[in-house]
């Protein structure tokens, strides 16, 4: 079992920034792709970002390429999304997934993703 906790969420304004944090445990933090995923109010789950398990690869939704970046420290056991420019879109509850996987591929879709963790919210007011 991999145990991950979000945090970071908050309200913010539109422009403003938030960093995001997942914290891992249970099993080899190295072992395992991230990814950030978020769902906003009677929308499905969406992709946001994935980061392999070394960080050499990395993937984004297009809505929020060049505004968010995705980055690990494997020796902290930790990921992180750091949001920049935020849009009040990008209104939504944070869920931050593990997916075993060893290859530098990485996957954009939900049901790839082994673990969940429950959550942050991030509002942006306009």
């Known amino acids: 079992q991999v145990q991950l906790v979000e945090s970071g969420g908050g309200l913010v304004q539109a422009g403003g920034s938030l960093r995001l944090s997942c914290a891992a445990s249970?099993?080899?933090?190295?072992?395992?792709?991230m990814g950030w995923f978020r769902q906003a109010p009677g929308k499905e789950r969406e992709f946001v970002a994935a980061?392999?398990?070394?960080?050499?690869?990395?993937d984004y939704a297009i809505s929020v390429k060049g505004r968010f970046t995705i980055s690990r420290d494997n020796a902290k056991n930790t990921m992180y999304l750091q949001m920049n420019s935020l849009k009040p879109d990008d209104t939504a509850v944070y869920y931050c997934?593990?997916?075993?996987?060893?290859?530098?591929?990485?996957?954009?879709?939900?049901?790839?993703?082994?673990?969940w963790g429950q959550g942050t919210q991030v509002t942006v007011s306009s």
């Open positions: 980061i392999s398990w070394s960080g050499q690869s990395t």
């Open positions: 249970g099993r080899t933090f190295s072992n395992y792709a």
């Open positions: 997934a593990a997916e075993y996987n060893r290859a530098q591929a990485v996957a954009a879709y939900v049901n790839a993703y082994d673990y």
